[in-house]
C-alpha cells in the first residue's frame, strides 16, 4: 500500500510563492509517476503537473506553465510543487497523486492520492 501525506500549504498574498511537498511510503516510490491536482470549491478536480519516475520529463496545466515547477528526490521519497507569483485563481486545495507507468494528466488514471493541503492566495 503506498500512502502520500502532502504538507507546506497555507495562506499567502498574490505575487507570493509556496513550495508543497509530498512525502510518499509504502512500495517504491522511485518506480511510480507523480502528480498534482487542485480542486477548488464547487469545481472539478484539474491537472496541475506531473512527472515521471525519473525526473526527466515534466508536464504542466496552460494556467501554471512558467510559474510552477514540480520535482522529486527519490533518495527522499518525496515529490515538490514550488508555486511562484501566485494568482488569486490558484486558490484550491492541492492532491499529489501516484500511478506507475507513464504520467498522466487525467486524475482518474491515478492510483494512490493524498489527503489534500490548503492553498488560498489573497488579493
Known amino acids: 500500500q503506498v500512502q502520500l501525506v502532502e504538507s507546506g500549504g497555507g495562506l499567502v498574498q498574490a505575487g507570493g510563492s509556496l513550495r508543497l511537498s509530498c512525502a510518499v511510503s509504502?512500495?517504491?516510490?522511485?518506480?511510480?509517476?507523480m502528480g498534482w491536482f487542485r480542486q477548488a470549491p464547487g469545481k472539478e478536480r484539474e491537472f496541475v503537473a506531473a512527472?515521471?519516475?525519473?525526473?526527466?520529463?515534466?508536464y504542466y496545466a496552460d494556467s501554471v506553465k512558467g510559474r510552477f515547477t514540480i520535482s522529486r528526490d527519490n533518495a527522499k521519497n518525496t515529490v515538490y510543487l514550488q508555486m511562484n507569483s501566485l494568482k488569486p485563481e490558484d486558490t484550491a486545495v492541492y492532491y499529489c497523486a501516484a500511478r506507475q507507468g507513464l504520467p498522466s494528466v487525467v486524475a482518474g488514471g491515478y492510483d494512490y492520492w493524498g489527503q489534500g493541503t490548503q492553498v488560498t492566495v489573497s488579493s
Open positions: 509504502g512500495r517504491t516510490f522511485s518506480s511510480y509517476a
Open positions: 512527472i515521471s519516475w525519473s525526473g526527466g520529463n515534466t
